[in-house]
C-alpha cells in the first residue's frame, strides 16, 4: 500500500527538519559565530579578541592584516607572519582562508565596509542549543503562488538586526492566497533563480521569532512556484546576536498567523 502523498509530504518535511538541524549544530553553523568585528569601528587596528593589525587598504577594496608568527594566525592552512591582502570569502565557513586554532576568521564585505567574523566550535551557544521549536508539516501552509517579477531590479533600505540600514536588492512579487486572502511577499532572486522573502506575519514576536526567511525554489517558465510556509525559516540571527539580518521590507508583514515552519530557538 503506498504512502498518501500528505504522509509523503511529512516525511520530507521530517527530514528537512533534520538536516536543518545538523545545519545550525554544525561546528562552523551560525550557533558558532561569537563575533562581527567591523574595521570602521576599530581605526587602531586591534580587534576584540584577535591577534594581528586588521585595517582596509586605501583603494578599500580589500583588508590588509599584519601579524607576527607568535600571533598564532594561519594563512591557507600554513602558519602565517607578515602582511597579507585579503578579499571577501565566499566559500563555506570551514573553507575561510584564516584560522586561530579551532576558530575561523570570515573577512566580509557589506556596502563598500569590511568586518571579520569570528566562529567558534566551542562558542557557548553551541552548548546551549536544545533544539528548534518548529511545527509539524501541515498541507494548509503549501500553497500554490505566482511570481512576477519586476521590469528592473529594486532595491529597498531596510533596519538590519545591528540597528543598521542597508539596500536589500528585490526582484518580483510573489502572489498567494492563504486562508481564504490574497497575499503578496517583495522577494530576492538568487543566482540559481531560486526566491528568498524576508517575512513576519501575525505571529511574530508571540508565537514566532520577529521576523522569518522563505526560500522557495525557481518558479516555472509560467511564473508558478510552491509557496511552502511548513519550511519557514527561522535567521541567522535567530541563533547568533551578530549576523545582520535584513527585516521585512515594507508589505512583507503578513496579516495571516503563519504557524508553521521554524519558529523559535530553544536554549538549556
Known amino acids: ?36 568585528h567591523w574595521l570602521a569601528d576599530h581605526p587602531d587596528g586591534a580587534l ?14 580589500e583588508v590588509v ?13 600554513r602558519p602565517f607572519s607578515g602582511e597579507a591582502r585579503l578579499t571577501a570569502d565566499t566559500g ?15 573577512v566580509l564585505v557589506r556596502e563598500g565596509l569590511w568586518a ?18 518548529a511545527t509539524p508539516y501541515d498541507p494548509r501552509f503549501a500553497v500554490e503562488g505566482r511570481f512576477t517579477p519586476y521590469a528592473e531590479d529594486r532595491t529597498v533600505r531596510v533596519a538590519n538586526a545591528d540597528g543598521v540600514e542597508r539596500g536589500l536588492g528585490l526582484g518580483g512579487e510573489l502572489a498567494f492566497r492563504l486562508a ?18 524576508v517575512f513576519a506575519d501575525a505571529t511574530s514576536t ?28 527561522l535567521p541567522p540571527c535567530a541563533f547568533a546576536d551578530h549576523f545582520v539580518c535584513p527585516f521585512p521590507p515594507p508589505g512583507n508583514t503578513l496579516t495571516a498567523e503563519i504557524a508553521a515552519g521554524e519558529r523559535n530557538l530553544l536554549r538549556r
Open 116 to 133: 571579520v567574523r569570528d566562529f567558534d566550535p566551542d562558542a557557548p551557544a553551541r552548548r546551549a542549543f536544545a533544539g528548534i521549536d
Open 92 to 106: 563555506p565557513v570551514p573553507a575561510s582562508r584564516l584560522a586561530l586554532g579551532d576558530r575561523r576568521l570570515v
Open 48 to 61: 576584540p579578541g584577535l591577534p594581528g593589525h586588521w585595517a582596509a587598504s586605501p583603494e578599500g577594496d
Open 206 to 233: 508571540t508565537s514566532s521569532y520577529r521576523f522569518r526567511f522563505l526560500r522557495p525554489a525557481a518558479p516555472g517558465p509560467d511564473g508558478r512556484v510552491t509557496v511552502d510556509f511548513n519550511r519557514a525559516l
Open 65 to 77: 592584516l599584519t601579524a607576527a608568527a607568535e600571533d598564532g594566525l594561519t594563512l591557507d592552512g
Open 180 to 197: 481564504g486572502r490574497e497575499q503578496a511577499l517583495q522577494v530576492s532572486v538568487e543566482g540559481d533563480g531560486s526566491l528568498w522573502a
Open 1 to 36: 500500500m503506498s504512502m498518501s502523498t500528505t504522509e509523503d509530504e511529512q516525511r520530507d518535511w521530517k527530514q528537512w527538519h533534520e538536516r536543518r538541524v545538523e545545519t545550525v549544530t554544525a561546528p562552523y553553523g551560525p550557533l558558532s559565530l561569537t563575533g562581527t
